[in-house]
């Protein structure tokens, strides 16, 4: 089995992440400037870019299953890239296979980071529609003040602006 087809596969693995990595860095402003159809768009095409990158992992982890059977490795079904690196006899194809490698590992780790702070920036976005959904539904007229059990009015507050009843 020849190496040149998963580093083929890698490379486009790269790109993809790259890609990704490129629309997760975009959808920040977004986020931060409440450009949801601009967001929506982002989210469209990362979709269709995971789905991508999901048939080329499973196209690299095929084709790394048949490479380490062809040298009789079995235990190496996974086919990491760290272990092919070990097996490579060609200096060229180990060379490429360890820039691809920090490639990879520099743009999932990056991603991550992004997709953190993309994370965080949703999260603050729905406490604060959270907030102010609270305060519009909040009775503008609460008396925050002791008030007698047996008095008039006692547990018949109403507790909105909108009437939850129908």
Known sequence: MDVRSIIETL???AAVYEHLLALAKEKTPYLVHNKVDLLNATIQKERK???TADELELQRM???SHYFSSLG????KGGKISDMIKT???PQDKSRLNELHQQ???ALDELQKVGRLNKQLIEQSLKFINYSVDLLVE???GDYTYQHPRSNGYGN???GLFNTKG
């Open 104 to 106: 990879l590992t520099r």
């Open 157 to 159: 507050v109403r507790t």
């Open 11 to 13: 490379e486009k693995q």
């Open 139 to 141: 009775d503008p007229n």
């Open 88 to 90: 490579v006899t060609s």
């Open 62 to 64: 095929t084709l790394s």
């Open 73 to 76: 490795m079995l235990r190496y």
């Open 49 to 51: 870019l995971l789905k």
